[in-house]
């Protein structure tokens, strides 16, 4: 396959994919933050959680290793190279928003901070809050994440809020990872990390959305461009 027929297709299918993961993949609003509130509540089996509309956290998606100096910033501290994938998901797993694209070695914080979530103040709305692990800062502008408290302990208070706490953020973790552990996600470690790796990641975003809401799913006809733009890159890469 010529390199500018693949190029062409990967660029188109990248547009395709995020204009349809725009579309399924949103911000609650309204009575769907009470439902949301209601969500966490129950996961974190207290009502001090039922202002909770989501829980933050990131992964990192294993690539090679880019070329040149810049290279050295995307091996994370596992020492393996990847860029990070920042997520909110709700009390049922279901990704809200999501961030990708920062090298490996940058920290929780900066990435937040860089990304339109923090920088637009699109989620949560005043009054709410989203739970992220240590991470991440304890902050209430311009969005309100709250953390667990840090050890030592004092008390049963602040005993009981982490556990609660660990309760609600535990979702996210489970939306990035399966029963055994495994991250689930599109086979790009050959790939580099430019447009090459995002396009696939963007159809792991998807894919991975529509597995947890069942009432919905990709159109056949968007699982076969998508499965097509992938296997055509993914040959060209290797």
């Not at 995020?18 to 969500?39: C, D, F, K, N, T």
């Amino acid at each position: 396959v010529p390199l500018s027929t693949v190029h062409r297709l990967v660029h188109q299918g990248v547009e395709d994919i995020a204009a349809l993961r725009q579309s399924v993949i949103r911000l609650p609003a309204g009575p769907e933050l009470e439902e949301v509130g209601q969500g966490f509540q129950q996961l974190a089996d207290s009502p001090a959680f039922s202002s909770c509309v989501g829980a933050i956290d990131g992964c990192h998606i294993r690539i090679k290793t880019p070329p040149g100096p810049s290279g050295q910033d995307y091996i994370n501290r596992k020492l393996f190279p990847s860029i990070q994938l920042q997520a909110v998901c709700d009390g049922k797993g279901q990704f809200l928003q999501t961030f990708v694209g920062f090298p490996g070695s940058v920290h929780d914080t900066r990435v937040l901070k860089n990304s339109t979530l923090y920088k637009e103040a699109l989620y949560p709305p005043p009054g709410y809050f989203i739970v992220g692990d240590g991470g991440y800062p304890c902050i209430v502008h311009p969005i309100t994440v709250v953390k667990p408290y840090r050890e030592p302990l004092q008390g049963r208070v602040q005993s009981r809020f982490n556990g609660c706490h660990a309760k609600a953020r535990s979702i996210i973790e489970r939306a990035f990872w399966d029963t055994e552990g495994a991250m689930e996600v599109p086979p790009v470690e050959g790939l580099g990390g430019g447009l090459d790796t995002l396009f696939p990641l963007l159809i792991w975003i998807l894919a991975r959305h529509y597995s947890l809401t069942s009432s919905q799913r990709i159109s056949q006809t968007h699982k076969k461009n998508n499965r097509r733009f992938t296997v055509l890159f993914l040959k060209q890469a290797h």
